[in-house]
T-cell receptor
């Protein structure tokens, strides 16, 4: 049983560029979550999907952020016109059902220069 | 609103010492879930335990034990006979139990350093 995978693991981009991250959840998990973690802080919720439906978005998710989960499998998180404040670790997690424990991927570390 | 506080930002112990990591939470919900995760230097969050709010029994798993006290809104984590491999950042987290979203609200984490 493979765990949650994320790609890329590291991304360095210049301010103003667009970036896209991918998350592959554990295969039978219907819930998929995105979190953001800045240095020295705990992860903060961004958005979540149940199957292909995006059911909630945090106020942290500005208009420059968009997430999709086509066909209820993998998910992508896109950041448009990146800013230096977007530099963080972006974590993806999946769970079998809503209140079950969430399993996290290794994260994508984004650095905006 | 939900909130998790881990007042200890950093703890340093010598190997084989016992150490307790504190977690205090705030929620208006009557049913909820509490979690502990470990984040080693590699960065990946590792699930340790899930506890629901109506089960106040303490739990032991090897060298790990958890003490849940609803009266004080605390869910503390003790490592017995600590080892160098226990060095990591530990996060306590809280989620609602109404199946609406169940996103995790994390504390700020406690960095544990176990020295040989």
């Amino acid at each position: 049983d493979t765990g949650v995978s994320q790609d890329p693991r590291h991304k360095i981009t210049k301010r103003g560029q667009n970036v896209t991250f991918r998350c592959d959840p554990i295969s039978e998990h219907n819930r998929l979550y995105w979190y953001r973690q800045t240095l020295g802080q705990g992860p903060e919720f961004l958005t979540y999907f149940q199957n292909e439906a995006q059911l909630e978005k945090s106020r942290l998710l500005s208009d420059r952020f968009s997430a999709e989960r086509p066909k209820g499998s993998f998910s992508t998180l896109e950041i448009q016109r990146t800013e230096q404040g977007d530099s963080a670790m972006y974590l993806c997690a999946s769970s079998l059902r809503g209140f079950y424990e969430q399993y996290f991927g290794p994260g994508t570390r984004l650095t905006v220069t | 609103a939900q909130k998790v506080t881990q007042a200890q930002t950093e703890i340093s112990v010598v190997e084989k010492e016992d150490v307790t990591l504190d977690c205090v939470y705030e929620t208006r919900d009557t049913t909820y879930y509490l979690f502990w995760y470990k984040q080693p230097p590699s960065g990946e969050l590792v699930f340790l335990i899930r506890r629901n709010s109506f089960d106040e029994q303490n739990e032991i798993s090897g060298r790990y034990s958890w003490n849940f006290q609803k009266s004080t809104s605390s869910f503390n984590f003790t490592i017995t006979a600590s080892q160098v491999v226990d060095s990591a950042v530990y996060f306590c987290a809280l989620s609602r139990a109404n199946n609406a979203g169940n996103m995790l609200t994390f504390g700020g984490g406690t960095r544990l350093m176990v020295k040989p």
